[in-house]
Structure formats: C-alpha cells, structure tokens
C-alpha cells in the first residue's frame, strides 16, 4: 500500500503565498507521474499542477505564473509553491500520484490520492 499525506494548508490572505508538501510513503518502487488537484464547493475536482518523473511540468491557464510545481524524488515528495493567491483558488487540494509497487516482486501500477489539505484565500 501507498499512502499520500498533505500538508503546508491554511488561511491566507489575498496576493499572498503557500507552499503545500504531499509526502509519499509504503511499498513504492517508483513514483511517476504527480499531480495536484483542487475540489471546491459544488464544483468538479480540477488539476492544478502536474509533474513527471523527469521534472517536465504542466499548468492550467487558471494558475500558469502564480504556481509551481517541483518535487524531491529522493524523499518521495511533491510541492506546490502557490503566489499571488486569489479568492478563487480556496479549495482542498489533494495530491495524486502513479506509483509503481513490487508485489511478490511483480511491478504492478497503481493510482493513490491523498487526503487533502484545505488552502482558504480571504481578507
């Protein structure tokens, strides 16, 4: 099993920043492909940020030049720098990820989420 955790989530004002963490940990043999997505109230689950094992990174128009995504592949976890941060981005934010796993030393891929950390953005 693999578990995602969430943190850095908060109250903020607006025009300020956050930086989220999502900390990979269990039966990973390698971590692939990383995303964040955010669900706020009575709207779908939308990605934010997305990251490849190899760094290459992808934004929606809704966030491109506020957020940026990286990750520590050596300790298994994602960030989310968040500036200039508006009223519209307040949601949980939750972390994807594709993992691939050993079973009885058979690589099997498997899609994790984690819980989700809620970012408020208000004056």
């Known amino acids: 099993q693999v578990q995602l955790v969430e943190s850095g989530g908060g109250l903020v004002q607006p025009g300020g920043s956050l930086r989220l963490s999502c900390a990979a940990s269990?039966?990973?043999?390698?971590?692939?492909?990383m995303g964040w997505y955010r669900q706020a109230p009575g709207k779908q689950r939308e990605l934010v940020a997305s990251i490849t094992s190899g760094g290459a990174t992808n934004y929606p128009d809704s966030v491109k030049g506020r957020f940026t995504v990286s990750r520590d592949n050596a300790k298994n976890t994602m960030y989310l720098q968040m500036n200039s941060l508006k009223p519209e981005d307040t949601a949980v934010y939750l972390c994807?990820?594709?993992?691939?796993?050993?079973?009885?030393?058979?690589?099997?891929?498997?899609?994790?989420w984690g819980r989700g950390t809620q970012v408020t953005v208000s004056s």
């Open positions: 269990g039966s990973i043999f390698s971590l692939n492909n």
């Open positions: 994807h990820a594709s993992v691939t796993s050993l079973v009885i030393g058979v690589p099997r891929l498997g899609d994790y």
